[in-house]
């Protein structure tokens, strides 16, 4: 099964070691693993509300600036 629990080393080498420990996590547990990311809907919608809300905090807290082209610009982002 898994080795003891181990310390990633840093920089590039250190995350692929991170991935490898992950793969093996995921087969040895019978979960799979794919070799690229799969984005599935609810993730990536999950991800835009949170992108949206972010954005909007900022805009809320940014100095008064000259907006006026964004709102033909952008999408309304308040719903």
């Given at each position: ?18 991935a ?8 040895a ?51």
């Open positions: 099964m898994l080795e003891e629990a181990r310390e990633p080393a840093a920089g590039p080498a250190g995350v692929a070691g991170v490898a420990l992950v793969r093996e996590f995921h087969e547990f019978g979960l799979g693993a794919a070799d690229t990311p799969v984005p599935r809907p609810d993730s990536w919608r999950l991800r835009i509300a949170l992108l949206r809300e972010e954005f909007e905090e900022y805009v809320d807290a940014a100095e008064p600036v000259t907006w006026s082209r964004w709102p033909t610009r952008w999408p309304t982002w308040r719903t």
